[in-house]
């Protein structure tokens, strides 16, 4: 059968590092150091964490001349990802037609599968794959991914603010009331530097910021089960919109007793990849609110989940990570495709800064994002991007 679209001519992989002032969740504390990799243990999380914002950029060119781009979590080890993209997934693509993304991506998750790599790095390298093929897809038919998904049903969709990266709780309060001033409906903080407590670290906020603002906290699966439940239950009077990652991620039984035993909206998904894990835990309703990870899933995988929790009654809060931009759009035209997207992450830090490097008119101000409105993912690399190529 003649390809319908394109036909894949080429594919690339670019693994991008782009230097910052302040490392991603604030100053280095004591006893934390960046090493000779560029990388960082956070002692609150045991997480490792890049220096710089690093990212792995995929290209996929057809043979109608028309490039695809795609991007996935490369936030460390991005040569792991990259060398699946080039040695494994690649050169399986070559002239099959990006207008079969959804059963490409299958076929791709497929060729592993039987050897027990159905998440991690395999993963990753499939989500940012298959970016690129939806945004080749939407190029060779002149229109943004959301259409091909069935429809825009949001041009904008709000931001909460995500972190506040300041040393101390005094300053971290007015960092969030100067985001609130600037628009901004949502704040997020992290319980994992939250040193003067967690619970004071709430009650501080509400009091600053008033009664409106929805204030959410991530726990990063910090918390044995009844813990969460007891310091969660110490937020609800000052009005927790939603709790965040309270257990450990292989803890589904964990995540289970504390959705059931709170009163708020219990969040979780940033580290799942696939509708398989997904499904789990929507079917045993181990959370209220879904947060898929574009850098993770791709957008077959983002709509598979999005579209599942819809079903479900649950609502979609996609979460976003480190990224030039790529992923982030992708990002936005999925949730721009679903019925209830109260929120979208939104990592201030690192979505200002590294849009410079991309060109799109997606953006993010007065607490909203402008989903994309060019073809495709409607955002491409800016060749000043490549200067940081690692
Ligand atoms: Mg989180």
Known sequence: MANVVDSIAKVETFIISIPREVPYLGPLKPGEAINARGYLVRKGNRTIYPSTDMTLLIKVTGESGKVGWGECYGIVAPEATRAIVDDVLGPVIVGRDPGDVAVIHEDLYDLMRVRGFFGGFYVDALAGLDIALWDLFGKGLGVPVSTLLGGRRHATIPAYVSGLPRATLSERVEFAVEWVGKGFAGVKFAAVVSDEGI??????????????????????????????????????????????????PEDLEGQLR?????????????????????????????MSIVQPEMGHTGITEFAGIGRMAQAAHMRVIPHASISVGLFMAASLQVASTLRDVPYHEYQHSIFDRNLEFTGTDMSCAAGNYLVPTGVGIGAEPKDEVFAFVR
């Open 199 to 248: 619970v004071a670290e709430m009650a501080a906020l509400r009091e600053a910021l008033g009664p409106k603002v929805d204030i959410m906290v991530d726990l990063h699966w910090k918390f044995e089960a009844a813990e969460a439940i007891r310091l969660i239950r110490k937020l609800e009077p000052y009005d927790l919109y939603f709790a965040e990652a309270p257990c450990a």
């Open 258 to 286: 504390v959705a059931q035993g709170i009163g708020v909206p219990l969040a979780l998904g940033e580290e799942l990849r696939t509708v398989f894990e997904y499904r789990q835990r929507i079917e045993r309703r181990a």
